[in-house]
């Protein structure tokens, strides 16, 4: 299980090792990274992640709503959403594409591939990432953005995101965005603190009052 991550040492390691960052820090403030504490099963945390993609988030959270609304009582598990007909699902507003991918969550939520909440909380980041993204629908950054916000995992580069590769681009003042393999080798100084060090990218991009393509 992760420790309790300790953000005044956090800072203090990420203003050592790149001053750069460290301006940043002073700039912004007091951190607020956290996770968000949740009662959702790794299920339904990740087919309301399929249900939210492309979509702004009052429409995701209508179309959601209506899925939810299928399972009255419990709402919906893996055994009950592959019991459901496709008639019902796409009535309730999700496309063909996404609930392919709910019903592949669904049945690898039964065979194990994803891990219990429990389980979830003891297993490392790398194994995470390894198992999510076996599911149709979830790719690397769906499973990224769990481990930062519903597990708390600290070390963590989201590095196809497009705030924090815009947050780099502004706070090192270049031209343009990183690669994702750029901000891997730049990043690797901010370890073991890189979810702290990307929650701070973000907010470059708000005092830039850029557009924010991730999530903060």
Request: charge should be positive.
């Amino acid at each position: 299980m992760t420790p309790p991550l300790d953000l005044d040492h956090a800072i203090i390691t990420l203003k050592t090792a790149d001053p750069t960052l460290g301006r940043l820090i002073d700039r912004v403030g007091a951190c607020r990274f956290h996770a968000t504490r949740s009662e959702k099963s790794p299920f339904l945390a990740l087919a309301e992640s399929i249900a939210y993609q492309q979509l702004n988030g009052k429409a995701a959270a209508t179309i959601f709503g209506r899925f939810h609304a299928l399972y009255p009582g419990k709402g919906p598990t893996p055994e009950l959403v592959l019991e459901t007909s496709d008639e019902a699902m796409r009535g309730a507003g999700i496309s063909r594409a996404k609930m392919l991918a709910i019903r592949d969550l669904a049945a690898k939520t039964l065979d194990g591939t994803v891990p219990t909440a429990a389980r979830l909380r003891s297993l490392p980041d790398d194994e995470i990432i390894e198992r999510l993204t076996q599911i149709r629908g979830i790719g690397r950054w769906t499973a990224e953005m769990l481990l930062m916000f519903r597990l708390g995992r600290p070390d963590v580069l989201p590095s196809t995101d497009y705030g924090v590769r815009q947050g780099f681009a502004i706070a090192y003042r270049k031209r343009s965005l990183p690669t994702p393999a750029k901000l891997l080798e730049y990043g690797e100084r901010w370890r073991p603190y890189r979810s702290v060090a990307s929650w701070y990218l973000w907010r470059a991009v708000d005092l830039k009052g850029g557009e924010k393509k991730g999530r903060s």
